[in-house]
């Protein structure tokens, strides 16, 4: 019966030829295949967040100088295992316990569930969270690189993980305050991980001060890259696996229409940072009468940053619109930040803040169900609460265990050795 | 009943040593299933195409001199957002629109069609279309290395991305000319991606000359590469991403046949790429009595552009001697090119020229709907058009623009700072 | 009427407690849906066994010396496209070819079965085999460093890969001895692919001798490594894909079971790793009074060794305990080989052999079906088979061709160019 309909359907719209192109009917996948499309889906995400930092690191290690690479690096493998393990502890159920518009979830370690299902989805979203603090705090780390201490900057990610990060998110995925009050739309969590990341890499780059020397002369001082062959690398690669993120936050894989959704989510991302490239590369002429690969690269990871506020609704030329405004702010941004002196060793600010910022704004341009004021509302809430916790924690460690190493081992270089310790015999 | 007839098959058929080893009926996947594993297939391929311009930034960057490897990673990211922008502008229409049999589609910009099917299948081409042609312009790229001016280069890209290749790609993947009149077979477009490629990149490389000081001697002049642990890292990463390209160019995973497909893909072309860096380690050890790492990274490279030409067909030991081939061409090939003054920065043109000829010609061996008249015919044809048409823009370019930074800058480093233009503050 | 039972079920059994969380039965994928998920995910393991490569590639260009990296690079493709060849011509088939509890399998060549579904699971299994032992090899040629000569590198890879890796491979994979008498129980392999090539490893240091001038003083002397931000670019994507070859290992992922325990997998794997890095940073610092990022990263990697012997069943405490355990050995086995003049270039026997033996050990902790003696057993009968086979060829290499090269090239570094050999004109 349930068939003849279906046939019946077919022929008589199928005939009309506005309806000619309607999508019939198909097939769903069966409950175990979608569960495991939607698995899928979600892991691989993880695992394309990891390849986020794989390309922060390698980004970071080759626009420092040579002098401070090792001490970058350092940096970058410390963070991905404390965010991690401060998910575990606190993050986790920080997120996913806060009370529908609340603001404030348990202090408990996150168990696994004991329900098969719960359990599966709870993996997948605890790999998200630990990572998504993960690629935050690679952000801070680009911004106070080259002068910061190390063990400071290791409290400081545990605490940006177990309580900064993981407040701020349940406001948004917990079903906190800002999904419940404001409708506040961010897709990727654009201005959620890069937004606080941000903030946070902002007050610590003013806290910290500027690198010796930056802001001797008129113009900022250049600070020669130790290898920009790996910082492209790795900006191509923050470039795909950012690309698979946004993806991935889509959550769901399981049907026809998620199939076209996530099509659209990678096309338009892929304008966007094309978008974005070019932009800059314009610009830069322009401006500067030559082409800055650093910029470049920036350029194409801020558009993917703000075009992952939204990245279905935008028609592709919105996207590529999109993308670029972003290029144009990685290219005006650190000139402006530089006049304030407030000193960011890769360009983390621009790119991730300032896009993070521009692509949640932007949102409700293509997207019907989102509003102007509650993007507003959304950033300023993120933005106000993330930037006075980083006030907060970077001053407590300044005044505490200090944050910034002597001038001289900062002159000879963070990977300089002291003579009272030698190295560990590997 | 149906089930009875099933069961008095297995009974009857599986009591038969002869038919004991065929496949019993497999209970289909759901349309919705097949849709979601086919465009898993396609979007992940997209995400590796990526991966694979991660590689060959990687390798020109490590392959070239110090001084040069910042303008290398500049171009290859231009390329990479100017090459998406232009298969949008106009490159997916061209390849799209043909008439079956046709020589030329249309000039109009790509809009994601309405139906949703139809805009899934779409956006996954967009990106394959997109990358390859990035692809092909990053094989020019490693020819012109180390001493074309960056502008000339960008504009070269768009007329590659946004006319050439699509040109050539639509008398193919579009069912024009060759597809049509000549049967010409080439699975994963090894003589249309590398091959267009590789014949614009040898009109740059000859109509741009060596570089300088490079044919002196009696010898060609050695140029110390920059980052050979980079250039080795980027070649393991083109290894794999064109391992999983090839797979991907399978367009469907949504039946057994297809999973059987794959996997043979997958065991030919990684014994490909082993016979390709066998066959150059013996071969350089047996002519230069020395092993050299950038010959054995073209022999993989070189041994998976041929093998995925045709790479289901060939048994192993087919695959291995195709691979194997190919390695002996990598090894032999650059000298040939040196003796004709013709300098390609990171041998590109054997590896990526030579070897998806040689591909392309070969697949009649295993392949018996191709015949050896139609691979040629369609070697021919692409090769003329897109030699014709490099030796054009290329030529425009000199006499307008012009191609080739001044004798100071060269010899200085292309990353050298001209006086006049400050560094823009990041 | 199954319908009227379903909603029953869920009206009587969703009312008590403690069968809420029950989860209900559900509807199983297709056949064909069953075949490609499993497809996937062992062919894609395949690919991220290939990037376990690039990132061992990448550590040891990183961390031998400027003057050694090339030859490091050129080993590391090398050995896998020996390794490749090799599963080919003998390994494949040694492995799978024994019988049930037996000791030795038939050295025939490897060829694709005819019956269709035997040759996607073949073919699967036959990448896994050619880059498990290139994993295996990779390792050997980290610990081998820096003093070695390329041609009886290749022919012990060769020997590793044709023989000694596939017949202790054939008593578990297989089904043989180990297998049939012991229950001994190692999920993805640890002390198999690590453990093998970790005594194969072991075996060519001590035979080989430290590098020159190593231990000439009390301390040994320190090697500056040629590039850090390329091993800790490395190390990240060993993180990686490790974490997505251990999920590759469950080699099931067709019911909602397989997808709880790839999650399961995939959380233990990235606690232990997080686990292993804050261990040894703090240990690093309570002994050195600094961190070491060489240490670091092997504390990540040696953890995912570890937990990879038993992923699914440890609690999440458990998996951070198993990783941080390994973390102490990456830093006390390095000092503790050098008292004995044991070098290891890049620490590979701490990382890769120590910590699979800890993880397999560790495996009746969690898992009640394995036991201390059956590991202890499976532990020592690979142990002392691979330990006396790569003594037998080191030796036998030692004494015909040679193993070490000159002490003048050594000094002057193994990418140095002998007068008489001109590099080939690429």
């Known amino acids: 019966m349930k068939r003849f309909f279906l046939v019946l359907t077919v022929l008589v719209v199928g005939a009309h030829p506005a309806f000619a192109q309607e999508p019939i009917e198909m097939q769903p996948a069966s409950e175990t295949s979608r569960l495991l499309f939607d698995t899928l889906l979600s892991l691989s995400a993880g695992l394309m967040a990891m390849v986020v930092i794989v390309g922060l690191c390698a980004r970071e290690a080759g626009l420092v100088r040579a002098k401070n690479a090792v001490a970058s690096c350092t940096k970058m493998i410390t963070l991905t295992a404390i965010c991690s393990l401060a998910a575990w502890v606190a993050g986790y159920n920080l997120i996913f316990s806060v009370e529908p518009g609340g603001f404030l979830g348990d202090f408990v370690v996150w168990s696994v569930p004991e329900n098969e299902t719960d359990e599966r989805a709870s993996a997948a979203q605890f790999l998200q969270v630990a990572l998504a603090s993960a690629i935050g705090m690679a952000i801070v780390s680009g911004a106070v690189a080259e002068r910061i201490r190390f063990w400071p900057f290791a409290i400081f990610a545990a605490a940006y993980s177990a309580l900064i990060f993981p407040i701020a998110a349940s406001w948004i995925w917990g079903n906190g305050y800002l999904a419940a009050a404001w409708k506040y739309s961010d897709f990727a969590g654009a201005a959620l991980i890069h937004g606080c990341g941000g903030w946070a890499a902002l007050a610590g780059a003013v806290i910290l001060g500027p690198r010796l020397a930056r802001y001797d002369g008129e113009e900022p001082r250049e600070q020669p890259p130790s290898n920009v062959g790996l910082a492209a690398v790795g900006g191509?690669?923050?470039?795909?696996?950012?690309?698979?993120?946004?993806?991935?936050?889509?959550?769901?894989?399981?049907?026809?229409?998620?199939a076209v959704a996530i099509?659209?989510?990678?096309?338009?991302?892929?304008?966007?940072?094309?978008?974005?490239?070019?932009?800059?590369?314009?610009?830069?002429?322009i401006i500067y009468k030559r082409v800055d690969l650093p910029i470049l690269i920036n350029g194409a990871v801020g558009a993917l940053v703000a075009i992952s506020a939204g990245p279905i609704e935008p028609a592709l030329w919105q996207a590529v619109t999109i993308g670029a405004f972003s290029g144009v702010i990685v290219t005006v941004t650190g000139p402006l930040l530089d006049r304030f002196r407030i000193d960011d060793a890769v360009g983390a600010i621009p790119t991730h803040l300032v896009c993070a910022l521009w692509g949640a704004l932007i949102v409700p341009w293509s997207n019907e169900s989102?509003?102007?004021?509650?993007?507003?509302?959304?950033?300023?809430?993120i933005g106000a609460f993330s930037l006075t916790m980083g006030i907060l924690f970077w001053t407590g460690l300044r005044y505490t265990v200090g944050l910034r190493v002597t001038a001289e081992r900062e002159l000879a270089g963070l990977d300089s050795r002291p003579e009272a310790s030698p190295r560990p015999r590997l």
């Open 263 to 285: 099509s659209r989510i990678l096309v338009n991302s892929q304008l966007a940072a094309a978008g974005g490239v070019f932009a800059a590369l314009v610009l830069t002429e």
């Open 236 to 258: 191509l690669l923050i470039w795909v696996s950012l690309l698979a993120l946004s993806a991935g936050a889509h959550l769901s894989f399981s049907s026809a229409a998620d």
């Open 370 to 381: 989102a509003t102007y004021l509650g993007q507003i509302a959304g950033a300023v809430v």
